[in-house]
């Protein structure tokens, strides 16, 4: 008999309670990142079945990381498998009899990813577990697995959170305060909102994701593993629920259910209770990375654990079977239903026993460990089910690859045609970017063509069907109906999980042109995505005119220069003058629209050098103005710009300072003391409160168990503070939900149309909407007359007379019909002809409210100037240009 000896060097891989001191899972111990990196790279150095890859750094330096473990024959041909995987996936030429042998042979590749959300904090402490026994175990079970599997693993997709929950855990940990939430985001600018980056991949971590996914390794199977509030199941394993989505295969819906049957006959196996699949994660949004696999051919797949306070048990009391599946409510993350913390939880609401929840979770006491136990046995059971069905997996994932292109050969649509000639280039490449990014082809037509009898200009881009990611260029590209089941008379709609449209060229703003039947053109493909360039046009219409440029203001770049030619606040005087002119004025026979942005040096010099420089910089282009200006101007100078952040941490606020640092905007970021401090008008021109309630920004969080530096909101002082900056002078910018509070605080003479009206009469949860914009008022400078916006259960304005004579101004109006583009919307009667955006004076100074969200998870560039005109113009003055 063979005796197979383990190979010397895996020994020297310790133990993970070794490592660590203690077991993984043990209540109020947590491994932090640096030494699960450290155990990582100890276990690729220890093991020939694990290698570790740094994909890069995450947004605050972290390290990345994804290891591949499988059998050492495998990885010994790692790159071919990788790039047998790339042929799978964009099967143009490769031959059936190649395909086969292909299948026949290679590993199924698949990809496991944890704690992208920092407080579902098991999934990480779980890996060092996994990855010790995986590397280290050599019974014929794990040999199997290895043989069959080429595992690719992230022990954490957000690095950043991970430290973050971890130090501020163990900073409270044994006070009164360790039920204390962390009071900013986990992720710098995105909080919980990472995973909602999935398609527009603004953040370097979407993107790493991204480009393991789509570009580099193209895996089977994706599986994302996440926590869920503590008070409903212990654990959720798919199949999803509806609905689901019309441009998703059938064949990737009945795999997620193959794979999570895995899962769920695993944990039946160890007799775990309340495990539930098929309820409350629909099929239908592009946003989480996972669910971008259901478009791109591959089986994307989440599990949900119940949450234990971090590292600290819960305990729930006990409940009864059968006590109705009614009001189930749980939101993912770690949710206390707002009570205090430290308090046992309700008994559990939902205890139904039924085929799809057999085990009904009754309470009692919830670890760490348990989660690290639930999610070992899910792991275990997907790489089980990944190497049993190592070979159908790689021929469905090749016959939907290849029925993709077929599908697209027949037309219907056949292509997207997105001209050349733009309102914005760089939104529309910037659109092209974010497909470019997920594996969408895309191609640049050099010369003019025709398709369905429409000439389109060379410079257009096309992007045809015939490719394995038709599926989610066709999602991304065309408006989403979503399927909304009636509810009864009195009933309020079914909540969706999360939006319901989220079509990109309606959101930025871009013209596509959907194209059903084949046509023929002349076509190179382009990868990446080149940036409309920039700098001074030599084009000039006239002679020069004492070194005046212009600069478009329909280019959302145009405000990146603009913030270099203003320079810092209060740091001396800029080297330029900037003006927005307000009538609009013809050089030569070209109209310059109001709004157009005028810059002339402050010195005689010629500084079309420098100019040039930042015009290539922000990718905008200069003209020299061909006849002299006349006429009334908004002068420039750079904003002073507060933006508040309450200790709530707030996705949108986080979203609001992304998007100003990328266009430049220097901010200061206020808490609650500095705007109770008053005297704002000092330090700043304009304040901006992104989307928060009322009662969140007034009172923020309370209760002992909150450390007291973090406690309440700007209160009653604050709020006066607020009305007294505006009526000295300043401008106060209020987002979305924040507008009850600036029409409450300051008495303006503007209603909330849909403020006390019910979801059964009206209800938008997440949907782009058509608006009418008021382009001669400077906040709308730059913008079409007809745009969209993005509507998120937002407020609709009515200007209340007779006050607003002189007071209060239109600058965005929904239709008089139907304003539904893309998503779903009940009752649009009720928002019809109301105001998406006002503009308020307010004794010296000015109110914008922007009802609808004007910077959505840095998606919808159509209406970013709202935000970016208000931000300019609240350090503007009236002048002449001459
Ligand atoms: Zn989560």
Redesign the pocket.
């Known amino acids: 008999m063979f005796i197979a000896t383990p190979p010397a060097r895996a020994q020297s891989l310790p133990a993970p309670e070794e490592f660590l001191g203690f077991k993984v899972g043990t209540d109020k111990k947590l491994a932090r990142w640096d030494q699960v990196v450290d155990y990582m790279q100890r276990a690729a150095k220890a093991s020939d079945r694990v290698r570790l890859m740094e994909l890069g750094k995450s947004t605050m330096g972290n390290p990345f990381v994804m290891l591949a473990i499988s059998s050492p024959a495998n990885l010994a041909r790692l790159e071919e498998i990788r790039a047998n995987q790339s042929k799978l996936a964009h099967p143009y030429d490769l031959d059936e009899k190649s395909a086969q042998q292909i299948i026949a042979k290679d590993p199924a590749v698949i990809l496991v990813t944890c704690t992208?959300?920092s407080t579902?904090i098991g999934s990480t402490q779980m890996t060092l577990e996994l990855v010790h026994r995986l590397a280290t175990d050599h019974s014929p079970y794990i040999d199997n697995l290895l043989d069959n599997v080429v595992f690719l693993l992230m022990p954490s997709v957000n690095p950043d959170g991970q430290v973050m929950v971890v130090d501020w855990y163990n900073k409270n940990v044994g006070t009164e305060y360790e039920a204390s939430p962390m009071p900013w985001l986990y992720h710098k600018y995105t909080g919980h909102d990472d995973?909602r980056d999935g398609f527009m991949l603004t953040q370097i971590e979407t993107r790493l994701v991204t480009q393991v996914l789509y570009k580099d390794w193209f895996p089977l199977l994706f599986l994302d593993e996440?926590?869920m509030g503590s008070n409903w199941a212990r654990i959720f394993v798919p199949p999803f629920s509806d609905p689901i989505n019309p441009n998703q295969d059938p064949l990737i819906l009945s795999e997620v259910d193959l794979m999570g049957m895995y899962m769920f006959s695993a944990l039946n196996a160890k007799g775990y209770t309340g495990v539930v699949y098929g309820e409350q994660y629909p099929y239908w949004y592009e946003g989480p990375a996972k669910n971008g696999g259901w478009w791109h051919n591959i089986i994307g797949m989440l599990t949900?654990v119940a949450s234990a306070r971090v590292a600290s048990p819960i305990e729930q009391e006990r409940g009864q079977l059968f006590r109705s599946p009614g009001a189930r409510g749980q939101s993912?993350?770690p949710g206390f239903g707002g009570g205090d913390p430290r308090k046992p939880l309700p008994p559990p609401s939902d205890t139904w026993q039924r085929a799809n929840y057999p085990r009904p979770w009754l309470g009692g006491t919830w670890k760490l460990r348990d989660i690290v136990d639930y999610e070992l046995t899910i792991t275990y059971a997907l790489l089980e089910g990944a190497a049993a069905n190592r070979e159908m997996l790689q021929q469905n994932f090749y016959r939907l690859n290849r029925k993709a292109i077929e599908a697209g050969k027949k037309g219907e649509p056949f292509a997207y045609v997105i001209p050349g000639k733009q309102h914005d280039p760089g939104a529309a490449a910037r659109m092209l970017e974010a497909l470019d990014l997920a594996g969408v082809e895309i191609y640049h037509a050099p010369a003019e063509f025709e398709a369905e009898g429409k000439k389109y200009d060379a410079g257009s881009y096309v992007i045809p069907m015939a490719q394995p990611y038709r599926n989610y260029a066709k999602d991304i590209l065309e408006p989403q109906k979503y399927p909304m089941k009636p509810a009864g008379p009195g009933q309020a709609p079914e909540r969706p999980y999360d939006v319901t449209g989220w079509t990109l060229p309606l959101q930025m703003g871009v013209e596509v042109f959907e194209v059903k039947k084949p046509f023929e053109a002349k076509l190179d493909r382009v990868s990446p995505i080149p940036m409309p360039g920039g700098g001074i046009s030599s084009k000039t219409a006239g002679g020069k005119n004492g070194g005046t440029y212009l600069l478009s203001h329909d280019w959302n770049n145009s405000a990146i220069a603009v913030n270099r030619l203003l320079g810092k606040p209060g740091q001396g005087e800029a080297a330029f003058d900037v003006y927005w002119i307000a009538e609009s004025q013809h050089d030569g026979a070209k109209e310059i629209p109001a709004g157009t942005i005028v810059v002339r040096p402050r010195s005689g010099k010629d500084v079309s050098a420098a100019l040039g420089q930042i015009g290539r910089e922000a990718r905008v282009t200069f003209t020299p103005a061909g006849t002299r200006l006349d006429g009334s101007a908004w002068k420039l100078r750079a904003p002073r710009i507060g933006l508040y952040q309450p200790w709530t941490a707030n996705m949108d606020e986080g979203w609001t300072r992304w998007l100003l640092e990328q266009y430049g905007f220097p901010y200061t970021t206020i808490h609650n003391d500095d705007v109770r401090a008053g005297k704002l008008g000092e330090r700043f021109d304009v304040i901006v409160f992104a989307s928060q309630s009322k009662r969140g920004i007034l009172e923020g969080l309370r209760g002992d168990w909150v450390r007291p530096e973090y406690r309440d909101g700007i209160g009653e002082d604050g709020s006066r503070a607020i009305a007294e900056f505006v009526r000295e002078g300043g401008s106060l910018v209020a987002l979305d939900e924040a507008s009850e509070f600036a029409i409450d605080a300051l008495g303006l003479p503007v209603r909330n149309t849909l403020r006390g009206v019910l979801p059964d009469k009206f209800y938008c949860p997440g949907a782009v909407l058509k608006i009418l914009l008021d382009n001669h008022n400077p906040l709308a400078y730059g913008m079409p007359e007809e745009s969209s916006a993005y509507f998120l259960n937002s407020p609709a304005f009515e200007l209340l007379a007779p006050f607003t004579e002189n007071r209060g101004r239109a600058v965005a109006r929904y239709p008089a019909d139907n304003p539904l583009q893309s998503g779903w919307i009940g009752g649009p009667e009720y928002i019809e002809d109301k105001l998406g955006a006002v503009e308020v004076s307010y004794g010296k100074g000015r109110v914008v409210l922007l009802g609808f969200r004007a910077q959505f998870r840095a998606q919808s560039h159509a209406t970013f100037k709202l935000l970016f005109n208000a931000l300019h113009w609240s350090a503007a003055s009236q002048a002449r240009i001459q």
């Open positions: 992208i959300h579902e995973n996440h926590q949900e993912e993350g």
